[in-house]
């Protein structure tokens, strides 16, 4: 049988990642990609891992009738016009098998529906990535746990972070054109996860009900005039007047339908995380059991001394995000296995071969946008926002942060 043949919108950071994710699966070709910038960078490393003859394109409908399905790895405010594009070639007779979007999957409520109308009207199967539902240790700690949850009950308590000193490209930073600050950006994934892994196991994904989210948005390191500097330097984005915020925390609440217990899924997220890397940090707390996951606990470390790091060429070869290039060094070997990526494109390529939505689609995409911009919205009003108020339900479609309106300076400067 043919291999599935991917393209891919965008040639930047994720499509890298992923494209090393492809090379661990079986039967599938990145055949094609479109991207603004980065197409022969990114031809080059697909030819380097094997993982298909990839065909830069001119154009969204020529990549869409060349493939079977598209993964939509661009910038997040290009989202709704590039989406546009593909349910226009699909309805001018190209015949894709399925569309994946990363996270998230709007900047708003507003957009997110949008994306799930869109696909609607192409009436092709959806995949909204979300990786770290994937992570094997995600599903190792469930399979373990299995049967210990079967006697004393479902978690009660999950906690989520994801940290990092801060993204690579000018756009995340920019409030605007990102959606936000790091709630936005990886509040999507500790929120998910920890949903994910409160729901009682063979429940669906949504089965426990969103009732209540209130969170804290904050600005602890890159509204100090040195960082902020340093930040308008680097990427051009002016924080004392469109900032955005690097520290989030905040807890939501869900209700478990059938037996009416409530649980709550507590997520932290900064850009302030001036450790080693990436750290993914999750843990779940039930009654007599408990998981932990902590993706900075590698069997690998290596030691650089000041002498010897004056040779060191690239840390980042190490960890995503790496901090440092000497003193001690935790080195993940398969950053993308390790996160998610490889299962969640093996699960999406089997559910498209199968006619079907992925496991994550983008239905399940625009609740996690609306938890997220209801977080927002807490912290905005500083009150604990009521899932269950129609009122808030009907708010939230038409909502836009105020960080996100590039009018977060009161708010994250402490003058309101
Ligand atoms: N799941 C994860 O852990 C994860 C990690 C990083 C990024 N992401 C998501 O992936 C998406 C892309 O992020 P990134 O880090 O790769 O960004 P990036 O800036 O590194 O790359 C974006 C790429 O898209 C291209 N592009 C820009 N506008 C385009 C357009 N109109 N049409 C086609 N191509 C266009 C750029 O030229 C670039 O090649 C974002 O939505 C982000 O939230 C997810």
């Not at 016009?81 to 990363?102: F, Q, R």
């Not at 995409?365 to 927002?376: D, N, P, S, V």
């Amino acid at each position: 049988m043919a291999n599935f043949k991917l393209g891919f919108i965008g040639a930047g950071f994720i499509a890298n990642f992923q494209a090393k994710a492809v090379a661990q699966i079986r039967g599938v070709d990145i055949a094609g990609v479109y991207s603004l910038k980065g197409a022969e960078e990114f031809v080059a490393n697909v030819k380097a891992l094997d993982v298909g003859d990839c065909t830069i394109y001119n154009s969204i409908d020529e990549l869409c009738r060349n493939v079977d399905a598209v993964a939509i790895f661009a910038p997040n405010y290009v989202r709704i016009d590039i989406m546009k594009e593909i349910v226009d070639s699909v309805k001018g007779g190209a015949a894709l098998k399925g569309i994946i979007c990363e996270k998230p999957l709007g900047r708003t409520v507003a957009e997110a529906r949008t994306l799930v109308n869109l696909a609607k009207e192409a009436n092709i199967p959806t995949a909204y990535f979300e990786n770290q539902i994937h992570m094997k240790g995600i599903r190792a700690q469930m399979e373990q746990l299995a049967p210990v949850q079967a006697q004393m009950g479902p978690l009660g308590l999950s906690r989520s972070s994801e940290e990092h000193c801060g993204p690579h490209e000018p756009w995340f930073w920019n409030p605007i054109q990102q959606g936000g600050g790091v709630l936005s950006d990886m509040g999507c994934h500790s929120i998910a996860v920890g949903w994910f892994v409160l729901t009682p196991q063979g429940k669906p994904i949504t089965f426990l009900q969103p009732v209540a989210v209130s969170a804290v948005t904050s600005l602890l390191k890159w509204g100090v005039p040195k960082y902020r500097q340093e930040l308008l330097d680097r990427t051009g984005v002016d924080y004392s007047k469109t900032p955005a915020e690097d520290f989030a925390t905040g807890i939501v609440t869900f209700k478990n339908p059938e037996t009416g217990q409530l649980v709550q899924a507590q997520f932290t997220n900064s850009w302030m995380y001036d450790k080693q890397g990436l750290r993914l940090l999750m843990d779940g707390l039930g009654a007599g059991y408990a998981f932990e996951l902590n993706t900075q606990r590698s069997s690998l470390e290596v030691f650089t001394g000041d002498q010897a790091a004056e040779s060191v060429a690239d840390s980042e070869t190490a960890l995503e995000k790496s901090t440092a290039s000497r003193g001690l060094l935790t080195v993940e070997t398969n950053e993308p296995d390790l996160y998610g990526y490889v299962d969640e494109i093996k699960d999406a390529v089997a559910s498209f071969k199968a006619g079907r939505d992925a496991f994550l689609n983008f239905e399940y995409g625009f609740e996690i946008t609306r938890l997220c911009q209801a977080a927002y919205m807490s912290a905005e009003r500083g009150t604990t926002i009521d899932l269950t108020d129609p009122k808030i339900i009907e708010e939230l479609e038409s909502y836009v942060s105020l960080i996100a309106q590039g009018k977060g300076a009161d708010l994250l400067y402490g003058k309101k």
